[in-house]
């Protein structure tokens, strides 16, 4: 490891405050799940009618709910078939190393970094999870996707009677929403952990971002609040980035051009047997 990366991973683990890691789709990419903006991503392809990021947004489930529901479940789908990747299983191990110190920002709503083993407590899925449906904006109503809906669903699956009974799971038997954060949605501390999120950063000994373009705003204002306080921040992403510009010639952080399953273990390897 680079001197200079031993440098600010030291800086970090001997100053006050969380060990945080913000993650995009980058690192479930080795997991064979498309990312947003990448060549194959969802936002490139998007659906077979629509256009892709118009799928993504309350008006959308307003006018055409099943059309949204039907792609919310293929995509589900996609997500259920993957595995996670020693990336994910890095942040697994990196969490049993520093306990309360440790807390995970993700903007991925696959599911991954769960079921590697992450714990919720430590968790906050800043953008949802694809895994679980709520009625309107209540907190209380989220639930699982009833696992009888299955996880065969093809981009041209019809939106089946037993699926429409399955998710029309809200009062007076109204239909159900998936529990993910939509374009024209806005952050919030209930569903969301905004507020937290923030604080987070403002805290934050040492942030570690991992695979993300940085097109959201919440992980921007996180990346930005860090980097304005000349905390340590290490980058790993395939391309560069708005956070790879952020550190670069910052004196604070660190650029890992390339892939999470690669540039990752070594530094909670390092980590974890300093924690
Ligand atoms: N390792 C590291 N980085 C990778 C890898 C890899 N194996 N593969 C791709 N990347 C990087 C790409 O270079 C890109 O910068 O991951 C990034 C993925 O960017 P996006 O596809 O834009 O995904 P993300 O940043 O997570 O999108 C943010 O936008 O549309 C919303 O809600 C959606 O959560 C999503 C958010």
Redesign the pocket.
């Known amino acids: 490891m680079e001197p200079e990366q031993q440098r600010l991973l030291d800086r970090g683990l001997a100053a006050e405050g969380p060990i945080v890691v913000l993650t995009?789709?980058?690192?479930s990419?080795?997991s064979g799940i498309p990312?947003?903006?990448?060549e194959d991503?969802y936002?490139t392809v998007g659906s077979k009618n629509f256009h892709p990021t118009e799928m993504a947004t309350q008006a959308a489930f307003r006018r055409m709910p099943e059309e949204v529901w039907r792609w919310y479940l293929y995509r589900r789908s996609v997500c259920r078939r993957a595995d996670p990747n020693p990336a994910h299983h890095a942040i697994v191990q990196l969490e049993r190393a520093l306990g309360d110190r440790f807390l995970l920002l993700t903007?991925?709503v696959d599911g991954l970094h769960l079921r590697a083993g992450n714990t919720l407590e430590r968790t906050y899925q800043i953008?949802g999870n694809i895994d679980y449906l709520r009625c309107g904006d209540a907190p209380e109503s989220l639930q699982p996707v009833p696992l009888e809906i299955g996880e065969q669903w093809g981009k041209d699956s019809p939106f089946t009677e037993e699926a429409r009974a399955l998710l029309s799971c809200c009062e007076g038997g109204r239909l159900s929403r998936p529990h993910v954060?939509w374009f024209d949605e806005y952050y919030d501390e209930a569903l969301f952990h905004f507020e937290s999120s923030i604080h987070a950063a403002a805290q934050a000994s040492l942030l570690i971002v991992?695979?993300?373009?940085?097109?959201?705003n919440l992980p921007m204002q996180v990346g930005t609040i860090v980097a304005r306080r000349g905390a340590p921040m290490i980058v790993?992403?395939?391309?560069p980035?708005p956070f790879s510009r952020m550190v670069e010639g910052s004196g604070s952080g660190w650029f890992a051009e390339g892939?999470?399953?690669d540039h990752l273990p070594p530094i909670v390897e390092y980590l974890a047997e300093r924690a």
Do not use: V
Not at 24 to 27: D, Q, Y
Not at 236 to 239: A, G, L, M
């Open positions: 995009g789709a980058g690192i990419a080795e990312t947003f903006r990448g991503g936002w903007q991925n953008h954060l991992i695979g993300t373009s940085g097109s959201t790993i992403n395939r391309d980035s892939k999470a399953g």
